[in-house]
């Protein structure tokens, strides 16, 4: 039982890039809302409520998430466990000792994960954005679970009851004279709580939150970059007339 266990819990996924039958599976591209208050505290309900159950987030403290617009009474009643105080760390539910007995590892910290998983497929957030859209039940596999953008992952489908159960759709054409299976779309087998455009929405806004925790001065950093170009940018036309200025009268 244990060696079967000992793969289960996986990060969200091992690289960017995916492969089903040995062709990579394209990634969508994720909304960019880290500078959408809203749906990044609808990520970090989102994430609190199906991710930190089992993965920390150790790099993160609760009262960070007053940047995101959030009271110390909001975060302390509806997002920190009732154990954690405002000031600590992010820390998974799960005794790391009975994680490791149970999986063979703890399951990895996620801080990063939207930077670490970034790959010439794409950017980390697309990745995670693809992952969380493409799981679909499979009964060869030990948890019932399978996805399109990490194949035989480890983790089960996190989300699976806001999303429902699906099985992917695969049409038979000819590719350089092979008969190859294509991926056509899904097939619902079980409807989840929430529409797929619901769906979609909020997994957008869980992938910011992540984008977000993974650089909080992100939005800060290129705000700042952009005035320093546009200052070296004007900078650059004073010196260079006041150069000419200095050199007119030498030939």
Known sequence: MKKILLGFIVALGLSGVAHSAGVSFPLDKAPNRTNDMAALQNGAKLFVNYCLSCHSASFMRYNRLRDIGLTDKQIAENLAFTTDKIGDTMVAAINPKQAKEWFGKNPPD??????????????????????????YRDDSTPTGWNNLAF?????????????????????????????????????????????????????????????????????????IGVWVMIFLSVFTVVAWRLNAAYWKDIK
């Not at 996620?110 to 990745?127: E, H, I, K, N």
């Not at 089960?156 to 294509?182: D, F, I």
């Open 110 to 135: 996620l801080t990063l994960v939207a930077r670490s998983r970034s790959s010439r497929a794409g950017p980390g957030p697309d990745y995670l954005f693809t992952l969380l859209r493409t799981y």
């Open 151 to 223: 194949p035989n992952i480890g983790m089960p489908n996190p989300l699976w009851e806001l999303q429902g159960e699906r099985t992917p759709v695969y049409e038979k054409v000819m590719s350089h004279g092979h008969e190859v299976e294509v991926f056509r779309g899904w097939e619902t087998v079980k409807a989840g709580t929430m529409s797929q455009a619901e769906y979609d929405r909020n997994v957008g806004d869980l992938v910011a939150f992540m984008q977000w925790m993974a650089e909080p001065e992100q939005n800060s950093r290129i705000r």
